[in-house]
């Protein structure tokens, strides 16, 4: 077995998406987005165990959605990410709905259907003031009509995304509920059942009005808030799922006033005992929290000692600490009273939770218990 591995906590990842559904109430379906390794907590498994609490789920390009396909998944599958023409007879294989934002990428599509005389799947994105990528809200109708002129397509959705939905006292996100509701109520005119969507996290946890016809949460599922946690509504049984766990790999004593790892970036102050743990920079546990991150051993905190390698890394638990050769080592997560989280990491690297996650790569393998 591995020693260093992640694990899943299936039962709260699972309870996350139920209380997420009852938050936003009946009638309104969820999507999981489970793109970039479901944000860390690893495709293939989440796909499998969210499967039936949820309407959709969402991946950033073909080959993750390929790979839900691959192991069985039947749910609707939608694709956030822009196409190439190379891609479109897999993305239709595969049963996966496309996004589009431009008339030029739905030409292509049409182009291919009609040669082939098949259909694809289509969510058409509007720009409602990311100004990433999407059709202008005021040339939404256009393509929205250019779409349903081309039997071809068929328009599943009409989605837009938010800019700033973890500042909630800032005017952005009214303005693009605003906007993109009178995208919604065009299409709805012309065709009811198309399933308008616009709300992430932040949308889900503070901005009731974003709902529309279906959500898209992906860290508020996997158990973070983006902003302050809820306390009030069913939300507050939202947990992270995740955590990460290595074993002691060596003990050592090493002398007063040595160096421990690259450069000698630490130096030790007295006789002291020093762990080695198996996991490093080549995890994608990042190098910046080299003499800054933290572990729990034993009911003990302690911080990284030197410079983080690729493989190891090195842990001074002082004259008297204990550990020893197998003992488990939380890196991310809870044991008894302590806890590491993944909130405290990304403050001390400067970054967000999302970077922190997606950032754990397959090299660790995900348990899921
Ligand atoms: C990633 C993504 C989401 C989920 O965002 P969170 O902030 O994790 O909730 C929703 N919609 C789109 C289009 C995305 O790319």
């Known amino acids: ?81 822009a196409f190439d023409e190379e891609q479109i ?34 969510h058409i994105k509007i720009d409602s003031g990311m100004n990433r990528v999407g059709v202008r809200s005021s040339s939404a109708p256009a393509l929205i009509d250019y779409v349903l002129a081309h039997p071809c397509l068929d328009l599943c959705g009409v989605y837009s995304h938010l800019a700033a939905s973890d500042e909630i006292d800032k005017p ?12 919604a109520q065009y299409v709805k005119s012309r065709k009811p059942d198309v399933i308008c969507h616009l709300a992430n996290s932040g949308g889900v946890a503070y901005f009731a009005e974003s709902y529309f016809d279906m959500v898209r949460p992906g860290l508020l599922s996997y158990g973070y808030f983006p902003a ?36 000698h970036r630490y130096k030790t102050m007295y006789d002291t005992r020093v762990v080695t743990l198996p996991i490093g920079y080549g995890d994608g546990y990042r190098r910046g929290l080299s003499n800054l991150g933290e572990v729990i051993i034993r009911g003990q905190k302690y911080t990284i000692s030197g410079t983080i ?17 197998g003992d488990k080592v939380v890196l991310i997560g809870r044991s008894g009273e302590l806890e590491i989280t993944i909130a405290s990491i990304a403050a ?5 939770i999302y970077e922190v996650l997606v950032g754990l790569n397959e090299r660790i393998p995900r348990v899921y218990y």
Do not use: W
């Open 309 to 325: 390698c690729m493989d190891m890394l090195m842990v001074d638990i002082g004259s008297n600490g204990e550990a020893y050769v």
């Open 172 to 183: 952005l996100t009214h303005i693009q509920i605003e906007q993109f509701g009178h995208v």
């Open 348 to 352: 001390k690297l400067n970054t967000i």
């Open 89 to 122: 007879a897999g993305l239709i294989n595969h049963d996966l709905e496309v996004t589009i934002s431009s008339q030029y990428k739905a030409q292509l599509l049409i182009k291919f259907c009609e040669m082939y005389r098949v259909t694809c799947k289509v």
């Open 1 to 81: 077995m591995h020693p260093t591995q992640i694990f899943i906590n299936s039962q709260q990842l699972v309870s996350n998406l139920n209380s997420i559904r009852q938050h936003v109430g009946d009638g309104i379906k969820l999507c999981l987005p489970v793109k970039a390794n479901a944000y860390g907590h690893g495709l293939a498994g989440v796909s499998k165990l969210a499967e039936p609490h949820v309407d959709y789920l969402a991946v950033s390009c073909l080959d993750e959605g390929r790979l839900l396909r691959d192991i069985g998944i039947k749910k609707p599958i939608l694709v956030f990410g």
């Open 228 to 263: 302050h946690p809820i306390n009030t509504s069913p939300l507050q049984a939202v947990k992270p799922c995740f955590s990460l766990i290595t074993r002691v790999s060596y003990f050592k004593v090493v002398y007063a006033n040595s160096g421990i790892s690259y450069n």
